[in-house]
């Protein structure tokens, strides 16, 4: 019995000291700074997989990671990992042919099957598309990643995340395990996402350069057309299609295409303006009109800015790979009309952060942040497969916090570090139905703050646009048109609500 009380009386103090904490927190208008960390192309499961208490890959059974072949066969085996898993140059290679005969089911890129290739290591890259994504998730249950895939067995690649400086990062803080990407497919849309939640047009595209972009579907309106020369099987090749283009068939840009101002990856045209892209290459986006959070914060009077790994070095010309290795199509509010060379709106929130982040740093440093804030870091830091490599990035943003910890700011501080999209990674959980555009596949996300649960896993379900829905409810902004479509569609097919992250957050009158 003495035993008993004693229990019970711990449990009564432990919920009167979170009763106190939660009394002794600000409100919401506590929170003066909010920063954006955006990185690149990982999933969930790929590096936070085995987070304790997280919903993990102890939790996909084989119901949920076994793979389907493009007939919907089960795989005896997984198809090799077309090219080999390394990315071309890097020493030790893992070939093609080593990497063959891999069970149908997750596998440990750093541990099993001997190719012991760490989180330094820069891998192959794979297919992140928009059309594909949504084949490879399949209605949710997430079994056609091999089938429609140009990378064969490495979307079931997972880390041990616990190695990671970021990982120990998010034990301290607030991680999400039910974060999704806001868009399907790749990071060009899902940074758009992230400042607008609307999707690029490409008007009359059938009519412009760009015509030959314009994907071919099915009556679904989802599934790409297979060419008549595709491979069968996934265990014999890569697919192909008929057309997958960058444009949707009623123009909507959803694929990879390039700012129409510079930096741009489309050089000016022959003797045009010097600041702009070349229009006449197909895969240059005309300036958007939509309206942004940047035009929102800026109406309401709140301080902003996009601040950009190796910006200048961009804009001169020198970016270099794989040092600084500078990607234009992750510039968002560069596609713009509205923030277009010569205007005040780019000088005044278009921001250079600097090679290796030294811009940002020294901002942070100063206690200059704006109110919010979005870092971008450059390519060779932002853990993109392909040309980056997971741990100097996550190294980079580990160095960020640790500035912003510092910072003046710091008190009154909430930042966010998620990645853009996937990358093709494989993940288990099931995105929320929504709408045309997404949510996507579950990407990681960290809250850290002062006011974050402190070693807390959040299942709040989440995407891209929570980001924006915490700035829209702190700053009492009007609520941008594609979050409200957004929200209508996720209720009308029966999900519960997304989340603004405040449930991530120790705030009184939330």
């Not at 059974?61 to 990992?81: H, M, T, V």
Request: with cysteine; net charge neutral; hydrophobic share 40%.
């Amino acid at each position: 019995m003495k035993r008993c009380l004693i229990v019970l009386a711990v449990i009564a103090a432990d919920r009167l000291a979170v009763a106190w904490a939660q009394n002794s927190q600000p409100g919401i208008a506590g929170i003066e700074n909010i920063v954006v960390i955006f990185a690149e192309n990982r999933s969930f499961d790929a590096l936070y997989g085995s987070f304790p208490r997280a919903n993990g890959l102890k939790r996909a059974r084989s119901a949920r990671y076994e793979q389907r072949d493009r007939d919907g066969s089960a795989f005896k085996e997984l198809p090799p990992i077309w090219g080999g898993l390394t990315a071309a140059g890097v020493t030790p290679a893992v070939t093609e042919a080593a990497t063959a005969h891999l069970p149908n089911r997750p596998f440990a890129i750093d541990g099993q099957g001997g190719f012991h290739a760490p989180l330094s290591v820069i891998t192959r890259d794979l297919w992140h598309r928009f059309y594909e994504n949504q084949m490879q998730i399949d209605g949710g249950k997430n079994d056609r990643f091999v089938a429609w895939a140009d990378s064969g067995a490495l979307v079931m690649g997972h880390y041990d995340g616990s190695k990671l400086k970021m990982w120990s990062i998010a034990r301290q803080y607030a991680l999400s395990d039910n974060f999704f990407m806001g868009a399907f497919g790749g990071s060009y849309l899902n940074h758009i996402w992230l400042i607008c939640a609307c999707i690029p047009k490409y008007p009359n595209a059938d009519q412009s350069p760009a015509s030959g972009q314009i994907s071919a579907l099915e009556a679904d309106g989802v599934t790409l057309k297979v060419a008549a020369n595709s491979p069968k099987s996934a265990l014999d090749g890569v697919p192909k299609f008929v057309n997958d283009g960058n444009l949707t068939p009623d123009f909507y840009a959803v694929n990879t295409m390039q700012p129409p101002y510079q930096p741009s990856a489309n050089k000016p045209a022959p003797g045009g303006d010097p600041a702009l892209a070349d229009s006449a290459n197909p895969t240059t986006l005309p300036p958007q009109s939509e309206k942004t959070i940047g035009d929102l914060l800026s109406a309401k009077g709140v301080s902003w800015a996009w601040y950009s790994g190796a910006w200048q070095a961009a804009l001169d010309g020198k970016n270099a790979r794989p040092v600084p290795n500078f990607q234009y199509h992750h510039q968002p509010f560069n596609y713009f009309a509205n923030m277009a060379p010569g205007t005040a709106e780019r000088a005044k929130h278009l921001k250079d952060g600097g090679l290796a982040g030294a811009g940002f740093i020294g901002a942070i440093d100063a206690g200059a942040l704006e109110q919010v804030v979005f870092y971008k870091p450059q390519g060779n830091l932002n853990e993109h497969a392909g040309y980056a490599d997971v741990e100097s990035g996550d190294a980079h943003i580990a160095g960020i916090i640790a500035h912003l910890e510092k910072s003046p700011q710091w008190k009154h501080m909430v930042v966010i570090v998620t990645y853009d999209e996937n990358g093709g990674f494989w993940d288990h959980a099931a995105p929320p139905k929504g709408d045309r555009w997404g949510p996507g596949s579950r990407v990681p996300a960290i809250i850290v703050s002062p006011f974050a649960k402190k070693g807390y896993v959040d299942h709040t379900p989440y995407d891209t646009t929570s980001i924006l829905r915490l700035i829209t409810k702190r700053f009492a902004l009007p609520v941008l048109a594609g979050i409200q479509a957004r929200d209508e569609a996720i209720k009308a097919n029966g999900n519960r609500p997304l989340g603004d992250l405040t449930n991530a957050l120790a705030l009184t009158g939330r």
